[in-house]
């Protein structure tokens, strides 16, 4: 199965963009790249996800290599409620099937006040 | 609209007993997953449900087994249980249209603690 690269940790001042980054560089053409978050004491949540090409929705951007070999996620101004564990994943068949979601680490983002 | 609902919260069993955890999908998925997470680590896939069929399988052994019922919720069960079961159990639900790319979305979780 393909498989994802994260930083253990990072840190962001309050209000500053941050840029997390994932490595996959063993991603085939029909793996989909999903971000979750997990807060403190919670289920994972859903972020965000694409394919090829840049996704924007209103809690983050998505930037995708063009040769898809990694992906950043982009919080415009990062607030103490971000704080949280995110995740990067691949979704598709070489990845375990598009039912099988596989979790690494993930980054564990701290914001500073 | 209630999200995906799990119960019960908090639990303590110890060892070689057997627990029933339950899920309730949110309003309009059919198709539920489950998760083992450890203290530290990330969610583990056990399996998901389609059509009251079990449709995927990670790598847990025969203990765990499952349920879903024609109104798509949802039990995972747990036999014979070691202290190294003790984790936060997910349920994940999706609309079958979506499980392909789209979005999963996850309870609050149940834990448990083995003694």
């Known amino acids: 199965d393909a498989k994802t690269t994260q930083p253990n940790s990072m840190e962001s001042n309050e209000e500053e963009p941050v840029h997390l980054p994932c490595n996959h560089s063993t991603i085939s053409g029909t793996d989909y790249i999903h971000w979750y978050r997990q807060l403190p004491s919670q289920g994972p949540e859903y972020v965000i996800h694409g394919l090829t090409s840049n996704v924007n929705n209103r809690m983050a951007s998505l930037a995708i290599a063009e040769d898809r070999k990694s992906s950043t996620l982009i919080l415009h101004r990062a607030t103490l409620r971000d704080a949280a564990v995110y995740y990067c994943i691949l979704r598709g068949p070489n990845s375990g099937g598009y039912q099988k979601v596989t979790f690494g680490t993930g980054t564990k983002l701290q914001v500073i006040p | 609209d209630a999200g995906v609902t799990q119960s019960p919260t908090h639990l303590i069993k110890t060892r070689g007993q057997q627990v029933t955890l339950r899920c309730s999908p949110k309003s309009g998925h059919d198709t539920v997953s489950w998760y083992q997470q450890a203290l530290g680590q990330g969610p583990q896939f056990i399996f998901q449900y389609y059509e009251e069929e079990e449709r995927q399988r990670g790598n847990f052994p025969d203990r765990f087994s499952g349920h879903q019922f024609p109104n798509y919720s949802s039990e995972l069960n747990v036999n014979a249980l070691l202290l190294g079961d003790s984790a936060l159990y997910l349920c994940?639900?999706?609309?079958?249209?979506?499980?392909?790319?789209?979005?999963?979305?996850f309870g609050e979780g149940s834990r448990l603690t083995v003694l």
């Open positions: 994940a639900s999706s609309p079958e249209t979506g499980a392909d790319t789209g979005e999963l979305f």
